[in-house]
Nanobody, 127 residues
């Protein structure tokens, strides 16, 4: 059973920054893509960003492109989400997720592709 633990959420001012971390308890961490999703109140969970197993390729939702950066440290089994220029639209619970697909090299990431999820961390942006 993969355990994912997010941290780094909190309250930020509009225009500010936050950095989320997700620690994974899986020996094969470096074999799987990782992603961040978010869910705002009353809305469906949506894709935010993904990074492939090697860390070479990254993918972003249009709404965060240019403001958020996903990265990973395979030696420490950790994935990060650096969030800059935050707006009230970024307020949500952010979830870390591990892909089911071994060594996936494609560019499509849907919630159904992820078999392990963290408990979520709240991000609130005040205007």
């Amino acid at each position: 059973q993969v355990q994912l633990v997010e941290s780094g959420g909190g309250v930020a001012q509009a225009g500010g920054s936050l950095r989320l971390s997700c620690a994974a308890s899986i020996r094969t961490f470096s074999m799987y893509a990782m992603a961040w999703f978010r869910q705002a109140p009353g809305k469906e969970r949506e894709f935010v960003a993904a990074i492939n197993w090697s860390g070479i390729s990254t993918y972003y939702a249009d709404s965060v492109k240019g403001r958020f950066t996903i990265s990973r440290d395979n030696a420490k089994h950790t994935v990060f989400l650096e969030m800059n220029s935050l707006t009230s639209e970024d307020t949500a619970v952010y979830y870390c997720a591990a892909d089911r697909r071994l060594y996936y090299t494609g560019s499509t990431y849907d919630t159904r592709d992820f078999g392990s999820w963290g408990q979520g961390t709240q991000v609130t942006v005040s205007s």
